[in-house]
């Protein structure tokens, strides 16, 4: 099983679990930055996390 994902929900404002979290590439600093992008488990709100370099 996965391991979950967990970002800051602005909405609710706390760190919560991801749900349906994908892995995405966003324009960024020099490039493209990875991030997971999903909702919050509690209220439904559009959430990301910025990831590290490879």
Known sequence: ???PVIGYCVKCKE???MKDAV???MPGKGGERRAMKGVCSVCGTGMYRILGKK
């Open 23 to 25: 892995e995405v590439s």
């Open 1 to 3: 099983m996965a391991e």
């Open 15 to 17: 760190k919560r679990e």
